[in-house]
């Protein structure tokens, strides 16, 4: 990129066009037009990010993920906080999945961005939505991940994944039928159906 284009990308990111922010981030990032410049990059994005343009802010926001990536959690989950509020769910996930499998602390960090993101997504879209199952099945099997190495986890945690979480398979039909603390081998088929009529699962 000229010099030039540059500084009239700058211009108009100065007067406050999203767009235009989100660019000048971009060009301090790689060094194009301008000398490479990874703190104006992010300040730029940052600013973009805050926006009430949501095409553009959501484009700063993944900017700023891919940016801080796994070596800066605490940043990465901030802007994809900033992402859930502009209606994109994904990142957060993949924040919380990812501190779900690190140690304890950032686990329990993990897995209460879990919870309260299904309990949002399932009181906004309900629990036959496709994306509430699909987030229903990730805590499940981090939940699951978690307990079969014998990894301790809160009563608070245990207690919500029994009450809330249903395991769907890729049919959207219901795969997995689970108990609070007894053997599934010790249940009669008259007991399962009463666990399936009552919703209460587990594995």
């Known amino acids: ?3 030039k284009r540059f500084e009239d990308l700058l211009v108009d990111a100065e007067r406050g066009d999203a767009w235009s922010m989100v660019e000048v981030g971009v060009c301090y990032h790689n060094g194009s037009g301008v000398g490479k410049n990874l703190t104006k990059a992010v ?3 940052e600013k973009a990010a805050m926006t009430d343009d949501e095409r553009w802010a959501k484009d700063a926001c993944n900017c700023l993920i891919n940016y801080y990536d796994k070596n800066e959690l605490d940043k990465t989950l901030r802007w994809a906080e900033r992402l859930y509020e502009l209606g994109d769910s994904k990142a957060l996930r993949k924040v919380a ?3 779900c499998d690190r140690e304890e602390h950032d686990a329990m960090k993990g897995f209460s961005i879990y919870m309260h993101l299904y309990e949002r997504e399932k009181e906004k879209f309900g629990s036959e939505d496709e994306k509430v199952k699909s987030l229903s099945n990730e805590l499940y099997e981090h939940y699951c991940s978690r307990k079969n190495i014998g990894d301790y986890l809160t009563d608070e945690i245990d207690a919500f994944v029994k009450d ?3 395991v769907f398979d ?10 609070t603390d007894r053997n599934i081998d010790e249940l009669t088929e008259s007991g399962i159906n009463e666990m399936i009529d009552e919703k209460v699962l587990a594995r």
């Open 97 to 99: 999945g990812t501190l």
């Open 1 to 3: 990129m000229e010099k």
């Open 164 to 166: 809330n979480c249903e």
């Open 170 to 179: 890729e049919d959207g039909e219901l795969e997995y039928i689970l108990t």
């Open 43 to 45: 300040s730029w994005w």
